[in-house]
């Protein structure tokens, strides 16, 4: 991709509101995650838990232009949540692992239970702003086809 | 951005080298050592490998950003020794001790700065 076409998709990105969900439990990474989506002038809001996401995505159905999920959380782990996610709300939007285990058998198991793509942490920026911009502009396409 | 720039340099070129965000991060580091601490001590002391296994997994993304792998594996090592149970309450005390010492080391050098920020 020339540099032109990268710069003129970034700022057409950016210039566009997505809300994203982050779902993790831990404050750390969510200043990590905050900072690396201000790039997209993305705010995005936070589910501590499984149980929470699930309530923000049911009161809130369509609102979510992408999930990111941790895959390690407490109670109901991130492969549960998206399967409920995916199941009973019928959530269509990409949900994206973060996970700070690169076992194979793991990255399977996420990709089994409905997530799209993972990400291992720790999350280097480049690769992160990356696939967002995948994810974001595959979400507009979409919005607008 | 290059492909050889650590993760905190990244970061800290993505804040536009924020004081504010960096002083949180560290704020937010501290926190999570102390957790860590606390969770690491019972989860040794009780052999509990879930309690183990929950807190190291979480200190693993945080201490690789402030590359202090070291703790890390020092956590990993004490994991091991519970889940093979070839643990005597002195090794265990030994190694709550060393993990706690790389802490608290951390703790000490983020409050001086934080102190002098």
Redesign the interface.
């Known amino acids: 991709m020339s540099d032109n076409l990268d710069a003129l998709i970034t700022k057409q990105l950016k210039s566009e509101v997505f809300q994203v969900l982050v779902v993790d439990d ?4 969510h ?2 995650i905050s ?2 989506l ?2 997209w002038n993305i705010n995005p809001e936070f589910a501590l838990s499984g149980e929470q996401a699930l309530e923000m995505v049911h009161q809130n159905p369509g609102k979510f232009d992408l999930v990111l999920m941790d895959v ?1 959380l ?1 109670q109901m782990s991130g492969l549960e949540t998206t399967q409920k996610l995916r199941t009973k709300c019928d959530l269509k939007v990409p949900i994206i692992a973060l996970t ?2 690169s076992m194979k058998d793991t990255r399977e198991n996420i990709l089994k239970v409905g997530m799209n793509d993972v990400m291992i ?6 690769s992160f702003h990356q696939k967002m911009r995948h994810y974001l502009q595959q979400r507009l396409e979409d919005k607008n086809a | 951005m290059p492909e050889n720039k650590s993760l905190i340099e990244s970061l800290a070129e993505l804040s536009k080298n924020d004081p504010s965000f960096r002083r949180e991060m560290d704020v937010l580091f501290i926190e999570t050592l102390q957790e860590f601490m606390v969770a690491f001590r019972q989860g040794m002391q009780q052999a509990n490998l879930d309690t183990l296994s929950f807190a190291i997994h979480k200190i693993k993304f945080a201490v690789q950003v402030y590359g202090i792998q070291n703790l890390y594996n020092e956590a990993e090592k004490g994991r091991q020794l519970i889940k093979q149970n070839q643990s005597s309450p002195p090794i265990i005390q030994q190694v709550i001790s060393q993990v706690g010492q790389l802490c608290q080391q951390q703790i000490n050098q983020l409050k001086q700065k934080l102190g002098k920020a």
């Open positions: 831990d404050d750390f990474n200043l990590i900072e690396l201000k790039k390690y407490p700070a285990d942490k720790p999350l280097k920026p480049e």
